[in-house]
């Protein structure tokens, strides 16, 4: 079982940044790959990042390439989302996931079996 909660959502203008975190507990964090999904209003729960266990590989979506940095500190259970260059169209809840089966890396939802409650991340004009 693994608990995830994460932090670090609000409100904040276009160009602007935020850095979410996802702290997480139960099984040994670094035995299993960490993802982030976002979700905005009549919209599918969408990729955004994920980072293996070791933190030596990870994989984004197109659509934040270059303006989100996904990283994990393993000694404290967290994994990060950092996000510069914001964009209205970034708005969403922001999820973090747990795949603790998979070797590689997934941008498929179905592959995580944990999930946080989510934090909400609103950009503005």
């Known amino acids: 079982q693994v608990q995830l909660v994460e932090s670090g959502g609000g409100l904040v203008q276009a160009g602007g940044s935020l850095r979410l975190s996802c702290a997480a507990s139960?099984?040994?964090?670094?035995?299993?790959?960490m993802g982030w999904f976002r979700q905005a209003p009549g919209k599918e729960r969408e990729f955004v990042a994920a980072i293996r266990g070791s933190g030596v590989a990870t994989y984004y979506a197109d659509s934040v390439k270059g303006r989100f940095t996904i990283s994990r500190d393993n000694a404290k259970n967290t994994v990060f989302l950092q996000m510069n260059s914001l964009k209205p169209q970034d708005s969403a809840v922001y999820y973090c996931?747990?795949?603790?089966?998979?070797?590689?890396?997934?941008?498929?939802?179905?592959?995580?079996?944990?999930w946080g409650q989510g934090t909400q991340v609103t950009v503005s004009t």
């Open positions: 996931a747990a795949d603790t089966r998979s070797w590689a890396l997934s941008s498929g939802k179905n592959d995580y079996d944990y």
């Open positions: 139960g099984r040994t964090f670094s035995r299993y790959n």
